[in-house]
């Protein structure tokens, strides 16, 4: 009892002590506080608002200006260093590269020879089979070139491209060999769509074998594999324009 006459007495004092501040002040109470408070530091139209997201565009702009490269950059650079790569393998590579593009269209002259002359021979497929035997070896080294030159396909970046399309191209033929092949419409074209794939081959080698900004493996010996491959090669080659010389040979004498 005593407690609450003590609380309602406080409560009492504590108004009073209110009402006589607000009359001193010539202010509410509700002024007092705020005048304690102080004015506000800004006004709500002055506090900066969150900014918009950057569109795609300016996002890759701001990072470009931070020194940061995309993924697009990074790549392209790759790209171009890997060619750069292809094209100094080419380079270290070009004797071999030349003669196997030689020995390649010799071949394909050898085919266009014979299969005139088996058209015109007594017995066609005897003609064409005397040739085809030695036509194997022949084809068999370019195979072996090929793969050993080009890392079994996978070397020489752009201009490897355009050799494969030639090389396909030679194997399809060579696989539609026969005694009539001659009389056949798509015979002559195919023979020209090789030729017309060497001879882009031909125009990058050029282009590479004056690039001084390619740097040769002076460690790289010719028939070798790799670059640090230590393997034998080399005689294939003779072996090979031996055998088509031989080949073509047997045919003229089919055909007379």
Same mark, same amino acid.
């Given at each position: 009892?005593r407690?609450?006459?003590?609380i309602?007495?406080?409560?009492?004092a504590?108004?009073?002590?209110?009402?006589?501040?607000?009359?001193?002040?010539?202010?509410?109470?509700?002024?007092k506080i705020?005048?304690?408070?102080?004015?506000?530091?800004?006004?709500?139209? +002055?506090i900066?608002?969150?900014k918009?997201?950057?569109?795609? +565009? +300016?996002?890759?702009?701001?990072?470009? /200006?931070?020194?940061?490269k995309?993924?697009d950059?990074i790549a392209?650079e790759?790209?171009k260093e890997?060619?750069?790569g292809?094209?100094?393998?080419?380079?270290t590579?070009? /004797?071999e590269?030349?003669?196997?593009?030689?020995?390649?269209r010799a071949?394909?002259e050898?085919? +266009?020879k014979q299969?005139?002359?088996?058209? /015109?021979?007594?017995?066609?497929?005897?003609?064409?089979d005397?040739w085809?035997?030695?036509?194997?070896?022949?084809?068999k080294?370019?195979?072996?070139r090929?793969?050993?030159?080009?890392?079994?396909?996978?070397?020489g970046?752009?201009?490897?491209a355009?050799?494969?399309?030639?090389?396909?191209?030679?194997?399809?033929?060579?696989?539609?060999?026969?005694?009539?092949?001659?009389?056949?419409e798509?015979? %002559?074209?195919?023979?020209?769509?090789?030729?017309?794939?060497?001879?882009?081959?031909?125009?990058?080698?050029?282009?590479?074998? /004056?690039?001084?900004?390619?740097?040769?493996n002076?460690?790289?010996k010719e028939?070798?594999?790799?670059?640090?491959?230590?393997?034998e090669s080399?005689?294939?080659?003779e072996?090979?324009?031996?055998?088509?010389?031989?080949? %073509?040979?047997?045919?003229?004498?089919?055909?007379e």
């Amino acid at each position: 009892m005593r407690n609450a006459h003590v609380i309602v007495t406080l409560a009492a004092a504590l108004t009073m002590a209110v009402n006589t501040g607000a009359c001193d002040s010539g202010g509410s109470g509700k002024d007092k506080i705020l005048d304690g408070i102080g004015p506000a530091s800004k006004k709500l139209d +002055e506090i900066p608002t969150a900014k918009p997201k950057m569109t795609p +565009e +300016e996002l890759k702009e701001a990072r470009r /200006k931070a020194g940061f490269k995309d993924a697009d950059e990074i790549a392209a650079e790759n790209a171009k260093e890997f060619e750069k790569g292809a094209r100094e393998y080419i380079k270290t590579r070009m /004797k071999e590269y030349r003669a196997f593009l030689a020995d390649m269209r010799a071949n394909l002259e050898d085919i +266009e020879k014979q299969a005139a002359a088996w058209a /015109k021979a007594k017995d066609p497929q005897k003609a064409f089979d005397k040739w085809k035997a030695k036509f194997k070896d022949a084809a068999k080294d370019l195979t072996k070139r090929y793969d050993k030159m080009t890392g079994n396909g996978v070397e020489g970046g752009n201009t490897q491209a355009e050799l494969s399309k030639a090389f396909r191209g030679w194997e399809d033929l060579k696989a539609d060999l026969s005694q009539d092949i001659a009389s056949n419409e798509r015979f %002559g074209a195919a023979l020209e769509e090789i030729r017309k794939n060497l001879d882009e081959v031909e125009k990058a080698l050029e282009d590479i074998d /004056k690039d001084e900004n390619l740097v040769i493996n002076k460690f790289y010996k010719e028939g070798e594999e790799g670059e640090e491959s230590g393997e034998e090669s080399g005689e294939g080659g003779e072996g090979g324009e031996g055998g088509e010389g031989d080949g %073509g040979d047997g045919g003229d004498e089919e055909g007379e």
